[in-house]
């Protein structure tokens, strides 16, 4: 894949600049293009056969929907943490299985929104869901239907689309409490099939991706064949940066905190040179990021150097930029690049 094109914005001084650590070893993985939102228009004479469309992942924060989208893609399209709210802007992931693909829709959680953002982010996982082929609800099974599940179900009895349930993380529940909440909850909403899994040890994906391959509507490929995402890699090494900040800062940095990638470039040796902004809103949020003599600052270099380097298969050099954005949660360019509605 071709690194995207080098737009380095005049007049930006770094304010903070670790040194370049030594590119990381590269494996072969799929490629992930930097195809638009939209996808390309499908020559018909292609559909005999095929099936393909969009499913949309919803459920309450951390219920495993990023966790499930990467096994059944079998690899890193979306990220993962254990603080609420990680995924915001909507990522596709992309898998074949036979004649059918299916485009996997990672949506924000769903809660009780208070402030813009996590409004912005509630209002795009119900779009999702209302727009796609088929609707699949992730229940964490050790929460079973709190307030959050119990209102997600109510609003799924108006969303008309084929609709799966699966009870997430069963390894960590009994299976009478398990059967229980799989009635409890067709009890409310009417779903097609329930599916019982544990993703992180791969239990049941094989069955939701057979299953999922089938549910899809007959038509042509929507996508490349050997396409795993749509997410620009750009985006995607934001976001695997994003992610290593908020694995080594999961109670010291508060949740508004996000990393834009300002320029990339290829280097003679085909190597990239990636300029990241961790843009945080106060003065003493930077502190945290950079930690004591830069050490927090280089571990998060390291950690995300390696992983983009694995998924743009090239070694890359990477250059982090701490920032002060007071109350970017209100800058409507924010929203627009992260795919959102800044509307109140």
């Given at each position: 894949?071709?690194?995207?094109?080098d737009?380095?914005?005049?007049?930006?001084?770094?304010?903070?600049?670790?040194?370049?650590?030594?590119?990381?070893?590269?494996?072969?993985?799929?490629?992930?293009?930097?195809?638009?939102?939209?996808?390309?228009?499908?020559?018909?004479?292609?559909a005999?056969?095929?099936?393909?469309?969009?499913?949309?992942?919803?459920?309450?924060?951390?219920?495993g929907?990023?966790?499930?989208?990467?096994?059944?893609?079998g690899?890193?399209?979306?990220?993962?943490?254990h603080?609420?709210?990680?995924?915001?802007?909507?990522?596709?992931g992309?898998?074949?299985?036979?004649?059918?693909?299916?485009?996997?829709?990672?949506?924000?959680?769903?809660?009780d929104?208070?402030?813009?953002?996590?409004?912005?982010m509630?209002k795009?996982?119900?779009?999702?869901?209302?727009?796609?082929?088929?609707?699949c609800?992730?229940?964490?099974?050790?929460?079973?239907?709190?307030?959050a599940?119990?209102?997600?179900?109510?609003?799924?009895?108006?969303?008309?689309?084929?609709?799966?349930?699966?009870?997430?993380?069963?390894?960590?529940v009994?299976?009478?409490?398990?059967?229980?909440l799989?009635?409890?909850?067709?009890?409310?909403?009417?779903?097609?099939?329930?599916f019982?899994?544990?993703?992180?040890?791969?239990?049941?994906?094989?069955?939701?991706?057979?299953h999922?391959?089938?549910?899809?509507?007959?038509?042509?490929?929507?996508?490349?064949?050997?396409?795993?995402s749509?997410?620009?890699?750009?985006?995607?090494a934001?976001?695997?940066?994003?992610?290593?900040?908020?694995?080594?800062?999961?109670?010291?940095?508060p949740?508004?905190?996000?990393?834009?990638t300002?320029?990339?470039?290829?280097?003679?040796?085909?190597?990239?040179?990636?300029?990241?902004?961790?843009?945080?809103?106060?003065?003493?949020?930077?502190?945290?990021?950079?930690?004591?003599?830069?050490?927090?600052?280089?571990?998060?270099?390291?950690?995300?150097?390696?992983?983009?380097?694995?998924?743009?298969?090239?070694?890359?050099?990477?250059?982090?930029?701490?920032?002060v954005r007071?109350?970017w949660?209100?800058?409507?360019?924010?929203?627009?690049?992260?795919?959102?509605?800044?509307?109140?």
């Amino acid at each position: 894949m071709s690194a995207p094109a080098d737009k380095n914005p005049a007049g930006q001084n770094p304010e903070h600049r670790p040194d370049a650590a030594t590119p990381a070893e590269t494996k072969d993985t799929p490629a992930i293009t930097d195809a638009p939102a939209t996808p390309p228009a499908a020559d018909p004479a292609t559909a005999d056969g095929n099936r393909a469309g969009f499913v949309a992942l919803i459920g309450a924060p951390n219920a495993g929907k990023s966790t499930l989208v990467n096994a059944l893609v079998g690899a890193k399209v979306s990220i993962v943490t254990h603080k609420v709210q990680t995924t915001r802007a909507i990522v596709r992931g992309i898998f074949m299985d036979e004649g059918s693909q299916v485009i996997l829709v990672d949506t924000p959680g769903i809660f009780d929104p208070r402030r813009r953002l996590d409004r912005a982010m509630v209002k795009t996982a119900w779009s999702s869901a209302y727009d796609a082929d088929h609707v699949c609800l992730l229940i964490d099974a050790r929460r079973g239907i709190d307030a959050a599940n119990a209102a997600i179900l109510e609003e799924l009895t108006s969303v008309r689309m084929p609709k799966t349930l699966i009870l997430t993380k069963i390894d960590l529940v009994d299976p009478p409490t398990l059967l229980k909440l799989a009635e409890d909850a067709n009890k409310v909403t009417a779903f097609g099939d329930t599916f019982m899994i544990s993703a992180q040890e791969g239990s049941g994906v094989a069955d939701i991706r057979r299953h999922l391959a089938a549910v899809v509507p007959a038509g042509p490929w929507l996508y490349p064949e050997d396409q795993i995402s749509d997410i620009p890699m750009r985006q995607l090494a934001a976001e695997i940066t994003r992610e290593q900040l908020t694995l080594r800062l999961h109670d010291e940095l508060p949740y508004s905190a996000t990393v834009e990638t300002e320029t990339w470039k290829t280097l003679r040796d085909g190597s990239a040179r990636i300029e990241q902004a961790i843009f945080v809103e106060r003065e003493g949020q930077k502190k945290i990021v950079i930690g004591e003599k830069g050490a927090t600052i280089r571990a998060i270099s390291m950690a995300a150097r390696q992983q983009i380097a694995s998924m743009s298969g090239a070694p890359v050099h990477l250059f982090l930029f701490v920032k002060v954005r007071p109350r970017w949660t209100d800058d409507p360019e924010r929203y627009r690049e992260m795919g959102l509605d800044y509307s109140k």
